[in-house]
């Protein structure tokens, strides 16, 4: 593997619902708004990051009150870009793998080769009812996101592609125009439940996790790499990171402090009570935000977890142990998403790459 393939990869959540991504009173300099989106995509592949990963809900939620869809906001951002992939998030049950596999063929025609999705299983029932889908059961719905992912391979990867599953059916079926992207344009998928993790093994490009300690991260990610091996399926991890990234460490846990002094205490128990729910709902139990605590969920991923929260040298050392368990990607959210991209971009990017370097020639030598 060349040393450029083995450098970490960076993602950034696309504020494209209201309220940034904390439920917190505190100022966040930080827009849903598409002229914002658009400015922060550019600013981001200036920086040097590789992924913008935007967000798929139809109603409002801790704080949420404004959600712009995640296709048709990607596509803003691939039109403002040149560089930078866009991961659109999308939700199976109210998409069908047909035209999910339709529109992200055009989009990849139109931005060359930039779109990629994000698989996301449902965890808010409530969202599900109003929108009138049926809900399933959390380990059936992770049934059901594996037959989207297949079905999906399959239409952009042959032709005459013929599927029978138990919620999903192809008949003959050629797609054309196929993406420009071989195989076909990435797929993630996110989740922590066991059922999110046999799907990782054995299906996704892409497994997107909670915030997390490196110990605990290691524990998931040994898990799904064991079980990928055995299914001869080659699979990278990306984690949340909340990045409070400051000249010095009692400025950034100041920061800390600050937003969770703020937290929109209902909003936050709010959305505890829906995602502890949605945590204890998988059979086994180990579904994100099953062990959440309140400061946990004023991050509603449980990003101040993965700790990226000091100066840059702290941040950049933390994120270089993380890929020493195996983590491939940083998804990193801002409080001010602008400013601070830029800064990571400025001091924690170079030091993150100047330790990868320093790893490679020990582990070369
Ligand atoms: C990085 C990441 C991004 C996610 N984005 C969304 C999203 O945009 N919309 C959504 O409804 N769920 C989203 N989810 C939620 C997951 O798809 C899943 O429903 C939730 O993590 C519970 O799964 P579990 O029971 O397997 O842990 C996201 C999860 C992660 C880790």
Known sequence: MSERQEELKFAYWVPNVSGGLVVSTI?????????YNQKLAQTAERAGFDYALSQIRFTAGYGADNQHESVSFSQALLHATTKLKVLAAILPGPWSP????????????ISNGRIGINVVSGWFKGEFTAIGEPWLEHDERYRRSREFIEALKGIWTQDNFTYRGDFYRFNNYTLSPKPVQKPYPEIFQGGSSRAARDNAASVSDWYFTNGNTPENLKLQIDDIQVKAAKNDHKVRIGVNAFVIARDTE?????????????????????FGDAARQAGSASPEGEGNWAKSTFEDLVQYNDGFRTNLIGTPRQIAERIVELKAVGVDLILAGFLHFIEEVEYFGQKVLPLVRELEETALRRKAA
């Open 27 to 35: 100022e966040q300099r930080t827009d849903w708004s598409v002229e």
């Open 250 to 270: 009692e400025e950034a846990r100041a920061v800390l402090d600050d937003i969770i002094a703020h937290a929109h205490v209902e909003a936050v128990h709010a």
């Open 98 to 109: 047909a035209v999910v596999a339709k529109q992200i063929a055009t989009i990849d025609h």
